[in-house]
Structure formats: C-alpha cells, structure tokens
C-alpha cells in the first residue's frame, strides 16, 4: 500500500508570495492533518479534514488555509509569506475513527 | 503553553543498554498517548501508542508507560540499537474539541553510540 505523498518535496518562495501544498493520503484513509515544524518547535498542529470539511484548526493566523477533495486528497495554501513560514510542513492520514496518523515525507518550504 | 512537555532535548545511551525518553503532560483531558519516531529528511513514523485505561504497553523492544496521576509517560527502548538514533516525539489527545487533535512535544534527539 503506498504511503502518505507530498507535492513537492521542496519549495523556495519571496517574501509576499504565496505557495500551494498538496498532499495524498494513504488509499481509504479519509482523515487529513497538516502541520507545521521548526527547529525548537516541535510539529504544531495547523488543521484537520474529514470528508472535505474542517474539524479542527490550530493556533495559526487566516494566511494559513486549506481544503481537501472528495478523493480525500488535500491542500494548503499560505498567502503573504513571511520569513517565519519557512519550515518543514507534514501532512498526515488517518482512517475513520483510528487515534493513529501516518505522514509524509513533508515538503520543505524556504522563504527568502 | 506547551501541553506535552519533553524537557531533554537529547538523550546518549551504549548500544545494548536501555534508552528511557521521558515525557509530561498538562492536559487532564489527554487520554490517548503516543509515540513518534523521526529521521532526518522523513516524515515521523508512528512507534507504539498506550491509552489512558492502561498504564503499560509493549511492542518488541519497545515499551511506554502511563502514570496518569503525574501526567508523565515514558518509552523504554530494550536493548538500544544504532538504527534506533532518531528524534523521538511524544503526542496526546483527547475525545473532543480542541483536545481531538494530536499536540506533540518538542522531541527529543535519541544517539545511540555503538
């Protein structure tokens, strides 16, 4: 069974830009989560979909959204990029009801 | 404020020997606990998860406490093995609202010296 796929695997944006994540869950896993690492950070949870809607959102400013697909599959969008936005952003998948979620292999974003 | 605290950064342990990777928590409404394991360059990999009916779990060489009482869990590696040397995350949540989400700790870098 594949795992959990990013798109793509590194991105380097300016400052006042905006990037588009995209991530593909593991085949039957309908939940969705996404957050964000930094070095002294740890992972800091960003948002959560479950069947194309919104359950749960983290801490983060309205320049961090996304939105996921009927085929699960998911995106995040950050708009007016700051410096602070660089960093490692994981997506992870989950089945229905299960507390375990497996992630990708991140996409590293760099905002010079 | 940081809801699950891993308060060493980095832990050096002989190979053969056991690695203890400690972890607290805050929040009375955590009730499932779990363990992630990360290599550089890749996303972190689900290791071993307890819940809070439990106060011990073991997979292997791998083995996590649960002392609810102190809000503080523990992975006990046995033996410790150099392929183990990694970043090791301990994450909580809870049933409903807010706590549903998985809120991890800052991780701790595990070396394990051959």
């Known amino acids: 069974k594949a795992g959990v796929t990013q798109t793509p695997r590194y991105l380097i944006k300016t400052r006042g830009q905006q990037v588009t994540l995209s991530c593909s869950p593991i085949?039957?896993?309908?939940?969705v989560s996404w957050y964000q690492q930094t070095p002294g950070q740890g992972l800091q949870f960003l948002f959560e979909y479950f069947s194309e809607t919104q359950r749960n959102k983290g801490n983060f400013p309205g320049r961090f959204s996304g939105r996921q697909f009927s085929n699960s599959r998911s995106e995040m969008n950050v708009s007016t990029l700051e410096l602070g936005d660089s960093a490692l952003y994981l997506c992870?998948?989950?089945?229905?009801?299960?507390?375990?979620?497996?992630f990708g292999p991140g996409t590293r974003l760099t905002v010079t | 404020d940081q809801q699950v605290k891993q308060n060493s950064p980095s832990l050096s342990v002989q190979e053969g020997r056991i690695s203890i990777l400690n972890c607290d928590y805050t929040n009375s409404m955590f009730d499932y606990f779990l363990w992630y394991k990360k290599y550089p360059a890749e996303g972190p990999t689900f290791l071993i998860s307890i819940s809070s009916i439990k106060d011990k779990n073991e997979d292997g060489r791998f083995t996590v406490f649960l002392n609810k009482s102190a809000k503080h869990l523990s992975l006990h590696i046995v033996p410790s093995q150099p392929g183990d040397s990694a970043v090791y995350f301990c994450a909580a949540l809870g049933r409903a609202g807010a706590n549903s989400k998985l809120t991890f700790g800052k991780g701790i870098t595990l070396s394990v010296r051959p």
């Open positions: 085949s039957g896993h309908r939940s």
């Open positions: 992870a998948s989950s089945r229905i009801y299960s507390y375990e979620q497996y």
